[in-house]
């Protein structure tokens, strides 16, 4: 079955340093979906990315979508506390009907 | 945003009896919604689909018998644990598809069972 590949598993970074979590897909996906989870809470959604080569932008994250179709990649630009949690990629493969989610990348920042 | 709600958020119970977890669509109407597990610091599982008017499709390792699902309406789906276990605990969380943006699931808060 669909497999979703998310690495890294944890980062750590000072504030103000950058941050990037990448997700590669076993299968083509129609789309692709990115949530945060706050520790303790629940995921909330961010983004969803269906274009061949996408690039969508939000205050300092940064969201890819591959060619292919295949991958993904979120970055963080200048990261602040409030950025903590875990990023979850979710790869939403048509014929299944269902979101798979990768293992997640959990990012903590020394203030 | 649309609103999924969770109850209860948290719930213990002895090993052997069930718990029932509910889960609502509170602005929108959900045909389908899904029930995932998560275990400490890992990632979402997901157990099964739910639909409305049909029987749930459950993943694979997923035994029905034991985690039923109900979907009677529109806006509320149920997640039973029969007869639980302590290897049952786990933070189980419902999400909700709306119709429009397509495909955009919407998360209630989890509910926290511990069996003891």
């Known amino acids: 079955g669909q497999q979703v590949m998310q690495i890294p598993q944890y980062q750590h970074v000072q504030e103000g340093e950058d941050f990037t979590t990448y997700c590669n897909s076993s299968?083509?996906?129609?789309?692709i979906q990115w949530y945060k989870q706050r520790p303790g809470g629940h995921p909330v959604f961010l983004i969803q990315l269906v274009k061949s080569g996408e690039v969508k932008k939000q205050k300092r994250l940064t969201f890819q979508f591959g060619e292919a179709k295949k991958n993904s990649s979120l970055h963080i630009t200048a990261t602040q506390t409030t950025d903590v949690g875990t990023y979850f990629c979710a790869g939403w493969e048509r014929g299944a009907q269902k979101l798979v989610f990768g293992q997640g990348t959990r990012l903590t920042i020394n203030p | 945003g649309a609103v999924v709600s969770q109850h209860p958020s948290r719930v213990i119970c002895k090993s052997g009896t069930s718990v029932k977890i509910e889960c609502r669509s509170l602005?929108?109407?959900?045909?389908?919604m899904f029930w995932y597990r998560q275990f400490p610091k890992q990632s979402l599982m997901l157990m099964a689909t739910?639909?409305?008017?049909?029987?749930?499709?459950?993943e694979q390792g997923v035994e029905k018998d034991k985690f039923l699902i109900n979907h009677a309406s529109l806006t509320l789906s149920t997640l039973t644990v029969t007869s639980a276990h302590p290897e049952d605990s786990s933070f189980y969380i419902c999400?909700?598809?709306?119709?429009?943006?397509?495909?955009?699931?919407?998360f209630g808060p989890g509910t926290r069972l511990t069996v003891t």
């Open positions: 299968t083509t996906l129609s789309n």
């Open positions: 999400s909700a598809r709306d119709l429009a943006p397509a495909y955009e699931q919407y």
């Open positions: 602005d929108f109407q959900a045909t389908t």
């Open positions: 739910s639909n409305e008017g049909s029987k749930a499709t459950y």
